[in-house]
């Protein structure tokens, strides 16, 4: 094709998290050409960071097709994704590339989301992997299963078959446990210092054995029933009663032999505020 061809249009993409990418307000065949060929665009993660400027126009939503009758082949599939959940809901997922003789524009990762689909990214066409942010399970509900899926868009806007599904498995509040048999192997060290209806309370966890202590758990009764937690941190904190649960978070599951956490929580009382007697670490008495 010779000449030149121009097309104008006011589009943005909105991805996963609600930013808006501007559309370039025109755009010439040499300029889509040196697109295609020229330096690859920076890859847009829709979880966060700056989004990239130079997405070619097949990447942006609406697609705007050039008024001219380009081949619209489209390319194969990508191949191979696999996909893992990093941490909370922020997923990482990467594939093989889709080989057009063309060129790819962008890829994009979509959710099987109940009867539609949802987009949650758009990458340089030089990008064979993302992350990004899917969905919470519903309130009250312990998990959902994403099903992902990824697409190629080559230079004229022609969109690949999707690739294969991959599943992730996204779980509500804390991660899953497994706990890891600890025979004792564990020792507390508890300060507590109350004021008045307050406390503030720091425990130190050691692991005392010589195997490291996955997914730890440690639980404890508080010994008067005025005793309770407000907030806590370096664990998920709960109370039923006058059981309390400080859980690992999904940053800090695993403690090595000789090692120890520093955990605490802020809590009130009703005049009383006696130690704990025992401590439990995934079913075990710690010292």
């Known amino acids: 094709m010779t000449g030149r061809w121009a097309v104008s249009w ?3 993409i909105t991805v996963a998290t609600g930013f808006l990418i501007p559309a370039v307000a025109s755009a010439s065949a040499g300029e889509a050409a040196a697109s295609a060929q020229g330096t690859a665009s920076p890859t847009v993660f829709p979880s966060g960071g700056t989004p990239g400027p130079g997405l070619p126009w097949p990447c942006y939503d609406p697609q705007t097709p050039p008024p001219s009758s380009p081949p619209l082949t489209p390319p194969p599939a990508p191949g191979s994704p696999q996909a893992s959940v990093r941490v909370l809901n922020q997923v990482q997922m990467t594939w093989s590339a889709s080989v057009d003789p063309d060129g790819i524009a962008c890829y994009k990762v979509y959710e099987d989301y109940g009867s539609t689909q949802q987009k949650l990214a758009t990458v340089a066409g030089d990008a064979l992997g993302a992350t990004f942010l899917v969905n ?3 309130s009250g509900v312990a998990s959902r299963v994403a099903n992902l899926y990824v697409v190629a868009v080559d230079v004229w806007g022609a969109e690949s078959p999707r690739s294969a599904t991959v599943q992730v498995t996204i779980h509500n509040d804390q991660v899953p446990w497994t706990p890891t048999p600890v025979p004792g192997n564990c020792k507390v060290t508890y300060n507590s210092y109350s004021w008045h209806s307050g406390m503030t309370s720091t425990l130190e966890v050691t692991n005392t054995g010589s195997t490291t202590i ?4 440690l639980t404890f009764t508080f010994p008067d029933p005025g005793q309770r937690v ?12 006058s059981a309390v649960t400080a859980a690992a978070p999904a940053w800090n599951q ?3 032999p000789g ?3 520093l955990i605490g929580f802020n809590g009130a009382h009703t005049g009383a505020n006696p130690s704990p007697a025992a401590w439990q670490l995934n079913g075990a008495t710690c010292r």
């Open 254 to 256: 695993d403690l090595k």
């Open 10 to 12: 006011a589009v943005a």
């Open 230 to 241: 407000i907030s806590g941190w370096s664990a998920v904190w709960s109370q039923t009663g």
């Open 136 to 138: 919470w399970p519903s």
């Open 259 to 261: 090692k120890s956490i």
């Open 214 to 217: 996955s997914g730890w758990r």
